[in-house]
């Protein structure tokens, strides 16, 4: 380790103090982007907030049929063939894959949109993996299509919600 600050021209040198403050100034060092980062993380925000939304309305509106009657090895099946449920459960998960498109595009590098395209594709590649159970569920074809088809645009409308933003 050098003790000496190197001087100007024709200046003695003088020691250095070990307990002193750096004598340079402290740069801002910014991470560093990666594109699989955001995907991944715009995929998993948006994935997150709806998965956690849908299972809190879900459990309400499972306690609602019970309360009027339903017998329980029932619900699901009630549950699924009420069109205005799925309904409003398709918006929810419209509404929460958002922020997952403002984070994918934020957290990129460039190509906001494109990684967003990425992170809801990722996405819907998990909700149609999660409609090729064996054995049969009692939801109806358009809302398996509905869960597949809405992760895309939703989280495009975040990214585009997020390259609003940064426009003075």
Known sequence: MNDEIRPSPGVAPALRNPYAAPAS??????PTKSATAAILLGAAIGNGAAYAALGLCGLVFLWLLT???????ELYTLAYQSTSYL??????????LVPGGYWAARLSCGRHLINASFAGFLVAAFAMIQNLVPYDLPIPFWSRIASIAIPIPAILIGALWWRQSRRP
């Open 25 to 30: 100034a402290i740069r801002d060092i910014e």
């Open 67 to 73: 309360l009027q009657g339903a017998k329980p090895q």
């Open 87 to 96: 309904v409003f459960a398709h918006l929810i998960g419209l509404i929460c």
